[in-house]
T-cell receptor, first 115, second 114 residues
Framework: NAGVTQTPKFRILKIGQSMTLQCTQD?????MYWYRQDPGMGLKLIYY???????DKGEVPNGYNVSRSTTEDFPLRLELAAPSQTSVYFC??????????????FGSGTQLSVL | AQSVTQLDSQVPVFEEAPVELRCNYS??????LFWYVQYPNQGLQLLLK??????LVKGINGFEAEFNKSQTSFHLRKPSVHISDTAEYFC????????????FGTGTLLAVQP
């Protein structure tokens, strides 16, 4: 089982460059999320999606964009990279169960440096 | 405001000793509580969760946590740690049962020494 797959694992960008972080899951989960993890700050939600064609902002969406054309894929786009976007990015997914079973499945992360 | 507090950024402990990692959350009528573990260079994995029922929750790898509503706490415990338990541990809280509102603490690094 592949689970949640993120690519690339590492990337260095110059200020102003753009890139797309890829995320795909093979569990047929409706809910998908993008988090960033900064040292000593825990995880902050960037964007989330409750199904194909539906996305919404999380806690820290500025500087990012997302799309959800299929159930499997949830790419995160950085249009004009800034040093403040240096972070580790995690994609996660879960089933849309009732009753509050909130188990998230995480990818292994993308370490991004903007110089 | 809704928040999760992990006061200890790092907890050093010797192998086979007991450990407690602390987690407190801001009070709310309805909360779901989680502990996730992150091993080096990996994503987070669910360790255990409290949704309802018994306040003592058992998870994987011998960990357990107790939900204390009066103290708004959900501390994680293990009676005897191993070197392999060295990892970052995150407490997370869902207010009102919506993962879209899942709030993570800042994490506690459990450093197990021989």
């Amino acid at each position: 089982n592949a689970g949640v797959t993120q690519t690339p694992k590492f990337r260095i960008l110059k200020i102003g460059q753009s890139m797309t972080l890829q995320c795909t899951q093979d569990m047929n989960h409706n809910y998908m999320y993008w988090y960033r993890q900064d040292p000593g700050m825990g995880l902050k939600l960037i964007y989330y999606s409750v199904g194909a064609g539906i996305t919404d902002k999380g806690e820290v969406p500025n500087g990012y964009n997302v799309s959800r054309s299929t159930t499997e894929d949830f790419p995160l786009r950085l249009e004009l990279a800034a040093p403040s976007q240096t972070s580790v990015y995690f994609c996660a997914s879960r089933e849309s169960l009732t009753g509050g079973d909130e188990k998230l499945f995480f990818g292994s992360g993308t370490q991004l440096s903007v110089l | 405001a809704q928040s999760v507090t992990q006061l200890d950024s790092q907890v050093p402990v010797f192998e086979e000793a007991p450990v407690e990692l602390r987690c407190n959350y801001s009070s709310s009528v309805s909360v779901y509580l989680f502990w996730y573990v992150q091993y080096p260079n990996q994503g987070l994995q669910l360790l255990l969760k409290y949704l309802s029922g018994s306040t003592l929750v058992k998870g994987i790898n011998g960990f357990e946590a107790e939900f204390n509503k009066s103290q708004t706490s959900f501390h994680l415990r293990k009676p005897s740690v191993h070197i392999s338990d060295t990892a970052e541990y995150f407490c997370a809280v869902s207010y009102g049962g919506a993962t879209n509102k899942l709030i993570f603490g800042t994490g506690t690094l459990l450093a197990v020494q021989p």
